[in-house]
């Protein structure tokens, strides 16, 4: 065989070898070739929403492909998030998770229908929001203190909600009244969105909100704020003492979104997911937006975002075994 034929078969053998390691950085380059849907596992209207909507516009502009938000409630988040699992790993779905059905309810439930590290690879860190305790007018007192007496006084009196079963309003409340000696009722919704709502009609008396959803009806006085979870008071309502400042512990329960893809994503898919994403959250003005809303954006790695989630897992696991509230 003469010399420049055996030199052209081995660059293709060379070729053919790399194909392999060389299709997902392919695979990112031309991504994406069609729309870009978020997944969020709840209702329109509450802060997993406004938060999608926020960065997946800064997204669209960046990629020059239109960013879709399809809201999946139900079962406190763990309907959208197993859809999200069994979505194509072409970077074309990310679920928008957040705390409960991301590092809580697969800990509390007994055949969870997916496992956050077995079915998902961790893209970015979306935003941090303390929980903001919030109460219907009617409720007696004007702080937490005036309530947590009248409460003490009439047990089970009082209905707490929560966005649903092992969502960070359910593990506040029953930390509440764990912390305070109150017995309080727990109505847990689909969503935050409704949730907002019944507190708002009067339904249920109390809920552990995120900020977006409550501030604005605590600035028209239709709802009376006690207290922030925490240990920091909030740019937002810096008026509003923290739980710590009340004298209860424990209370360290922000709300979490994380920006999540179904496993086998290629590795560079999720590199460039995490670039856009985290180009983003620094824009200046959604920053802006987001903050005077209680959310701090956190951008940062895949990788460190996976250490985040792992420690949150440990974190509420201990809780669920303190608080006994995993299904029997």
Avoid: C
Avoid at 59 to 71: P, R, W, Y
Avoid at 110 to 128: H, I
């Amino acid at each position: 065989m003469h010399r420049t034929d055996r030199r052209a078969l081995l660059g293709v053998a060379l070729l053919l070898s790399l194909a392999p390691a060389l299709q997902p950085t392919a695979q990112a380059q031309a991504w994406p070739t069609k729309a870009i849907t978020i997944i969020v596992p709840y209702g329109p209207g509450g802060l997993g929403d406004l938060l999608a909507r926020g960065i997946g516009r800064k997204m669209s502009e960046s990629v020059g492909q239109s960013v879709v938000v399809e809201n999946k409630p139900g079962a406190a988040g763990m309907l959208g998030a197993a859809t999200a699992a069994k979505a194509a790993p072409d970077g074309h779905t990310l679920l928008l998770g957040y705390t409960s059905e991301m590092t809580v309810a697969p800990q509390m439930v007994k055949n969870p229908s997916y496992d956050t590290v077995r079915d998902f690879e961790p893209v970015a860190l979306g935003g941090v929001s303390p929980l903001l305790l919030v109460a219907h007018p009617s409720v007696p007192g004007s702080t937490l203190q005036d309530f947590l007496k009248a409460a003490r006084a009439a047990p089970e009196k009082f209905a707490y909600a929560s966005a649903g079963q092992g969502s960070p309003a359910h593990f506040a409340g029953e930390q509440l009244k764990r912390s305070a000696g109150v017995e309080l009722l727990h109505v847990p919704y689909k969503g935050g969105a409704q949730a907002v709502a019944d507190t708002l009609a009067g339904v249920v008396h109390l809920y552990f909100s995120g900020f977006p959803p409550a501030v604005p009806h605590v600035r028209q006085g239709k709802l009376r704020a006690l207290a922030v979870t925490g240990d920091q008071r909030s740019p937002a309502l810096p008026d509003v003492p923290t739980m710590t400042e009340v004298g209860l512990k424990d209370f360290d329960l922000s709300g979490w979104f994380g920006f999540f893809v179904p496993k086998g994503t290629p590795p560079a898919l999720v590199t460039r997911l995490n670039a856009v994403i985290t180009e983003a959250v620094s824009d200046p003005e959604l920053r802006s937006s987001l903050a005077n809303q209680g959310v701090v954006t956190v951008p940062g790695s895949p990788q460190a975002f996976a250490r985040f989630v792992a420690d949150e897992q440990r974190k509420y696991g201990a809780m669920i075994d303190r608080l006994k509230l995993k299904e029997q």
